[in-house]
């Protein structure tokens, strides 16, 4: 999956940096009244490679911690410290211990869970698990769709990176043919309602001409491009 390096500064896990900054979408209401923003800074210390004040700061806030929520998101940043600190092994069962709690506390389909699972599917691919990458990025695509779909008002970042992350990775694997599909709902999804169009919506575009000219369509690829 080598477009995750293109993506991220040279050296890091391939959805790194673009997991830290998902987790400055605005989450469900509960999940925003809870979450200490001293982890977001502790995501982007780790970001920069200071692991140990990351997880530092981190325990700072769990040991201040007064709610199973508190707690439940201060177990995710540490998850996540471990694999932008390149400690997959750690991580995956961190990782599958914080979706396992999280579907306990918020519900299985609860859009809070997009954010692990992402960094659950980057952790899998950095260990060699295609086949467990392709059946999480499914599953983040599945509850972040339906997140919009039951509130169309809400912001559809997460849903977009869950298909560009789908889409890419089916490049990688060589099926082109979902990976054009899903960057045609991609470019799609992006638009907005008044006619404008988010960033993601031209990286749909030439995600579906790169598909397209891997299936040996040329006249295809340039039309999307």
């Known amino acids: 999956m080598a477009w995750f390096a293109a993506k991220l ?19 469900a209401l509960a999940a925003q009244e809870t979450r200490d923003p001293r982890l977001d800074h502790a995501l982007l210390l780790a970001d920069e490679r200071r692991g140990a004040d990351a997880t530092a700061l981190t325990e ?3 040991g201040e911690a007064t709610s199973n929520v508190a707690r ?12 932008l600190d390149g400690r997959d092994a750690e991580a995956l069962g961190m990782l599958r211990d914080v979706v396992a709690s ?8 609860a859009p809070v869970l997009a954010y ?9 691919g950095n260990l060699g698990d295609e086949a467990a990458v392709t059946r999480t990025m499914l599953r983040t695509l599945r509850l972040t769709r339906a997140a919009v779909q039951n509130d169309p008002g809400s912001d559809p970042g997460e849903m977009l990176s869950a298909l560009s992350d789908l889409s890419r990775h089916y ?15 991609l470019t799609i999804q992006a638009q907005g309602g008044d006619g404008s169009a988010r960033p993601e919506a031209q990286e749909g575009v030439l995600l ?6 891997r299936m040996g369509r ?8």
């Open 9 to 27: 500064a040279a050296g890091r896990t391939r959805l790194g940096l673009v997991l830290v900054l998902c987790v400055l979408v605005p989450l």
């Open 60 to 62: 700072e806030v769990l």
């Open 72 to 83: 439940w998101f201060g177990r995710e940043t540490l998850a996540a410290i471990a694999h």
């Open 102 to 109: 999280g579907e306990a506390l918020f519900g299985p389909d």
């Open 116 to 124: 692990p699972l992402r960094l659950l599917a980057a952790t899998e």
């Open 171 to 185: 490049l990688d694997t060589g099926e082109n043919l979902a990976a054009a599909l899903l960057a045609a709902e």
């Open 208 to 213: 579906r001409a790169l598909a397209h000219l």
């Open 218 to 225: 040329p006249v295809d690829a340039a039309s999307h491009a």
